[in-house]
T-cell receptor
Framework: GDSVTQMEGPVTLSEEAFLTINCTYTATGYPSLFWYVQYPGEGLQLLLKATKADDKGSNKGFEATYRKETTSFHLEKGSVQVSDSAVYFCALHDYGQNFVFGPGTRLSVLP | DTEVTQTPKHLVMGMTNKKSLKCEQHMGHRAMYWYKQKAKKPPELMFVYSYEKLSINESVPSRFSPECPNSSLLNLHLHALQPEDSALYLC???????????????FGPGTRLLVL
């Protein structure tokens, strides 16, 4: 079946550092790809998504590009803030399948 | 508006209690989901309702009983739970059934359940 792999962390960065969280997937079809963010004590919030190859999703300074050739959807942000501290889930949704989530990456940003 | 609401926010119950979790969305979505999330883990799918009918039950114990009274509401009835059922219970919705692919899920804030 489909699967999502991502670095589990924790990832610890200083404020204003560059962030990359790697995500790779395996899928039988042509899935949509997502990043969700979960702040402490809260539910999952959709951060960004991409539905076809070479699409770039972006929101709140975060970006990720759908790379079909490398089956990847890495999350990047140029300058992180303390308020970005959260758990980030990469996910996919493929035809005929349930949603599939990666294990999550815990990010801590220090002032 | 992409809001999914859940009540209560927190719930403490004994193993002999009966309680219900509620979820509501007004986005006109036709699929609604219950997930269970343990600490430091991704959400685990429990149930999916499509067009108010139960379409997926991921082998969930019968002490969890879902109900979809209408297209905007989703309940999860709890009875005789065990301490290991303590978790964050998340509701989500999507425009259409997941089988068609290319859907986006929107999550509620969750109900944090503690079973004593």
């Amino acid at each position: 079946g489909d699967s999502v792999t991502q670095m589990e962390g924790p990832v610890t960065l200083s404020e204003e550092a560059f962030l990359t969280i790697n995500c790779t997937y395996t899928a039988t079809g042509y899935p949509s790809l997502f990043w969700y963010v979960q702040y402490p004590g809260e539910g999952l919030q959709l951060l960004l998504k991409a539905t076809k190859a070479d699409d770039k999703g972006s929101n709140k300074g975060f970006e990720a590009t759908y790379r079909k050739e490398t089956t990847s959807f890495h999350l990047e942000k140029g300058s992180v803030q303390v308020s970005d501290s959260a758990v980030y889930f990469c996910a996919l949704h493929d035809y005929g399948q349930n949603f599939v989530f990666g294990p999550g990456t815990r990010l801590s940003v220090l002032p | 508006d992409t809001e999914v609401t859940q009540t209560p926010k927190h719930l403490v119950m004994g193993m002999t209690n009966k309680k219900s979790l509620k979820c509501e969305q007004h986005m006109g979505h036709r699929a609604m989901y219950w997930y269970k999330q343990k600490a430091k883990k991704p959400p685990e799918l429990m149930f999916v309702y499509s067009y108010e009918k139960l379409s997926i039950n991921e082998s969930v114990p019968s002490r969890f009983s879902p109900e979809c009274p209408n297209s905007s509401l989703l309940n999860l009835h709890l009875h005789a739970l065990q301490p290991e059922d303590s978790a964050l219970y998340l509701c989500a919705s999507s425009q259409d059934a997941p089988a068609g692919g290319q859907e986006t899920q929107y999550f509620g804030p969750g109900t944090r359940l503690l079973v004593l």
